[in-house]
């Protein structure tokens, strides 16, 4: 628990919004899609997030249109019949190795791939493989929500993280 409120705090210390945020796609992103007031359709994904994740993902869903999507979860190993996704989605607390693990997801990939990582910060684990995903050298655009991590390919953009209040 202390992990956990001391992280936070170093979260909302080091955190921006749209006003601190110089990248295009970032602003845009945080603008028409974290921030925007509208209501949307409601997409269930049956992944027991609290409401506050759930919105979250629920406007992502939207404003990507993600064609295919997919899930993994501690019980669910990764799926070899699908050659490439849209959003793949999965939990830090369920990943042993981090780099292998990573590594197999990027074989599902493509330039515009939406990864979201679940529980960056449930405990100094989870926050470690985060920063080990934000390292990674394929990465070239990491947002640090506290409630996902998020990660994106873009090779034409120049390598960046954003720690933002979603």
Same mark, same amino acid.
């Given at each position: 628990?202390?992990?956990?409120? /001391? @992280?936070?705090? /170093?979260?909302?210390?080091?955190?921006?919004? #749209?006003?601190?945020?110089?990248?295009?796609?970032? =602003?845009?992103?945080?603008?028409?899609?974290? =921030?925007?007031? *509208?209501?949307?359709?409601?997409? @269930?994904? !049956?992944?027991?997030? @609290?409401?506050?994740? +759930?919105?979250?993902? %629920?406007?992502?869903?939207? =404003?990507?249109?993600?064609? @295919?999507?997919?899930?993994?979860?501690? #019980?669910?190993?990764? !799926? %070899?019949?699908?050659?490439?996704? !849209?959003?793949? =989605?999965?939990?830090?607390?369920?990943? +042993?190795?981090?780099?292998?693990?990573?590594?197999?997801?990027?074989?599902?990939?493509? %330039?515009?791939?939406?990864?979201?990582?679940?529980?960056?910060?449930? %405990?100094? #684990?989870?926050?470690? *493989?985060?920063?080990?995903?934000?390292?990674?050298?394929?990465?070239?655009?990491?947002? !640090?929500?506290?409630?996902?991590?998020? *990660?994106?390919?873009?090779?034409?953009? +120049?390598? +960046?993280?954003?720690?933002?209040? *979603?």
């Amino acid at each position: 628990m202390k992990f956990r409120i /001391q @992280s936070y705090l /170093q979260f909302l210390w080091h955190s921006k919004n #749209e006003h601190g945020v110089h990248s295009p796609f970032v =602003y845009s992103l945080l603008t028409k899609c974290f =921030y925007k007031k *509208a209501s949307l359709a409601h997409h @269930s994904f !049956d992944l027991n997030l @609290s409401p506050k994740k +759930e919105r979250l993902l %629920n406007k992502m869903y939207h =404003y990507f249109k993600f064609k @295919s999507c997919v899930f993994y979860t501690p #019980e669910t190993p990764i !799926d %070899n019949t699908i050659l490439q996704a !849209d959003l793949l =989605y999965t939990s830090l607390d369920s990943i +042993e190795n981090v780099e292998s693990f990573i590594d197999s997801l990027f074989s599902k990939a493509h %330039n515009d791939t939406c990864f979201i990582f679940n529980n960056t910060y449930r %405990n100094p #684990e989870t926050a470690l *493989a985060w920063k080990k995903i934000c390292h990674h050298p394929r990465f070239t655009v990491t947002i !640090d929500t506290y409630l996902f991590g998020i *990660a994106f390919i873009r090779r034409e953009q +120049e390598k +960046e993280h954003f720690t933002i209040r *979603a």
